[in-house]
């Protein structure tokens, strides 16, 4: 059995504000632009695709997981300085999730997670719908399995 999904970028207006701010206020907000040396290597949270080499992206860190539960958690991101929020199709996994070993994390209504698995991101429709089989899942979170960084939610279609 099938189970259709929708992967969910973050909202790029989220970060607007922060795009805007100088150097000293960015080191404030303990954010700051880097110029992209390696492809892959710096995935946006926005867009879901790998920046290109001598891009720039802001690294920040990111509260991901706002929720009133043990597991309310952030971490590093990267958002690319030019990024359009990524619109993805049910069932359809971005080019930037398949190339990575990911982490997936299963959580019920309450937030708390009862599915865990690591896979490699070619593996990702068939973890996705093995969790969701499971009636209790109400969201899955993708990370990037080795730095254990957030990338995107994953929801019942």
């Known amino acids: 059995m099938t189970i259709n999904f929708q992967i969910k970028a973050l909202p790029s207006e989220e970060f607007a504000e922060l795009k805007g701010k100088n150097e000293q206020e960015l080191v404030s907000a303990h954010a700051k632009w880097l110029t992209v040396d390696a492809e892959p290597g710096f995935p946006c949270r926005v867009s879901l695709m790998d ?3 001598g891009e720039r992206v802001l690294l920040l860190s ?4 706002n929720v009133k539960s043990a597991y309310k958690a ?3 991101i990267f958002i690319r300085e030019h990024a359009i929020e990524g ?3 049910v069932n359809e996994i971005p080019k930037m999730l398949r190339h990575r070993l990911q982490s997936i994390r299963a959580y019920d209504a309450e937030n708390i997670m009862i599915g865990a698995e690591t896979i490699h991101g070619e593996q990702l429709e068939t973890a ?3 969790q969701f089989k499971n009636r209790d899942i109400d969201y899955i979170h993708i990370h990037n399995a080795n730095p254990g960084c957030f990338n995107c939610s994953v929801h019942r279609a």
């Open 128 to 130: 996705i719908n093995n």
């Open 87 to 89: 619109i993805w199709q």
């Open 51 to 53: 920046a290109k080499i």
């Open 74 to 76: 952030s971490g590093p």
């Open 62 to 65: 990111y509260l991901y997981h």
